[in-house]
């Protein structure tokens, strides 16, 4: 698959260079951050990049942890069971450690889980494959 054209707009470059930015920002958060889904954030990273920055788009593509995912992202636009059974797991596992830390304070509790929720909505939503 061919990769996108940069947009033309300086200004709409710009904003996807910082959309793409933040997102990676918030993707790798998302590694050690219960509740936050790390795979997602990447993804929307690559395509601001790949409308913002080709170099931006093929560091991604190159990088060495984070590479993989996006190119098999690209390639199939869908997830692997096994991924997602992983993704939904270790979310899971993380929350429900950070729940009971949090067992005492009903709000912050009340928030994790809201997030937890949410990043395993984003996870599911994502299409399956077999393979």
């Given amino acids: 698959m061919p990769a996108p054209s940069p947009s033309s707009s300086r200004t709409v470059r710009w904003l996807l260079w910082l959309a793409g ?3 990676l920002a918030l993707g790798l958060i998302g590694v ?3 509740g936050l889904p790390t795979t997602p954030f990447v993804l929307l990273a690559a395509a601001c990049y790949a409308k913002a920055s080709p170099r931006l788009h093929a560091w991604l593509l190159n990088h060495r942890f984070l590479g993989p995912m996006v ?3 690209e390639q199939h636009r869908s ?3 096994r991924t997602k059974c992983i993704a939904i797991g270790s979310m899971l596992l993380m929350v429900s450690l950070s729940a ?3 067992r005492h304070q009903p709000w912050a509790l009340g928030g994790l889980l809201l997030a937890g929720g949410i990043g395993a909505a984003v996870v599911l ?5 077999t393979g």
């Fill in 100 to 102: 009971w830390g949090f």
């Fill in 125 to 129: 939503r994502i299409p399956t494959r």
């Fill in 71 to 73: 190119r098999d992202w």
């Fill in 79 to 81: 997830l692997t069971r």
């Fill in 32 to 34: 050690v951050l219960p």
């Fill in 21 to 23: 930015t933040l997102s």
